[in-house]
């Protein structure tokens, strides 16, 4: 059992929005802005996409975001493309000893 | 460019250890930390260890605390795990990536896939 909460499954159509989310516990989303998240294409290692909750590393699309409350951070992805279909996971800073935890990860389906 | 390439993947039974390797250029490799991350057929991402840039701090998973061991020699700009006491359920695709920002992990390797079965 995955320590931060992600829904196994989200969809939508081209050009839409959609939001997964990624919730804790002050122990760990809640309580530092050490959240990133990462893209998985089948086959392929995973990409980071988003760190320090909102920071972009060079060549990611702006069109990922994300935002966060309380123990629950979010990630937006607007104009949702073809090539988003993707496993995407969250992961935090914990201070918990393992100091490092990720979320059971979402599969985006683009309709 | 950055690259990870891990090896020593293979098929071994329940109870025997292996020695996974990953091996890092493009970059300064003694100034970053170095994490395992595995992931089951099917299954997601699981943290496995870390390794401070110096060696200096460890730390694991509780699932491998107590078998795996994170070492690294920064003269061959190479991370190691060693995996004692295999079970079934260490049966996973093992990837090395390199810390960023925030504890981030920037760059990851392709992966060396370990099979534990009789």
């Known amino acids: 059992q995955s320590a931060l909460t992600q829904p196994a499954s989200v969809s939508g159509s081209p050009g839409q929005s959609i939001t997964i989310s990624c919730t804790g516990t002050?122990?760990?989303?809640?309580?530092?802005?050490?959240v990133s998240w990462y893209q998985q294409r089948p086959g392929k290692a995973p990409k980071l996409m988003i760190y320090?909750?909102?920071n972009r590393p060079s060549g990611v699309s702006d069109r990922f975001s994300v935002s966060k409350s309380g123990n629950t951070a979010s990630l937006t992805i607007s104009g949702l493309q073809a090539e988003d279909e993707a496993d995407y996971y969250c992961s935090s800073y914990t201070s918990r000893s393992t100091n490092w935890v990720f979320g059971g990860g979402t599969r985006l389906t683009v309709l | 460019q950055v690259q990870l390439v891990e090896s020593g993947g293979g098929v071994v039974q329940p109870g025997r250890s292996l020695r996974l390797s990953c091996a890092a250029s493009g970059f300064s490799f003694s100034g970053y930390a170095v994490h395992w991350v595995r992931q089951a057929p099917g299954k997601g991402l699981e943290w496995v260890a870390l390794i401070s840039h110096d060696g200096s701090k460890k730390n694991y998973a509780d699932s491998v605390k107590g078998r795996f061991t994170i070492s690294r020699d920064n003269s061959k700009n190479t991370v190691y795990v060693e995996m004692n006491s295999l079970r079934a359920e260490d049966t996973a695709l093992y990837y090395c990536a390199r810390e960023g920002s925030g504890w981030s992990l920037d760059h990851w390797g392709q992966g060396t896939l370990v099979t534990v079965s009789s």
């Open positions: 320090d909750v909102s």
């Open positions: 002050s122990s760990d989303v809640g309580g530092y802005k050490y």
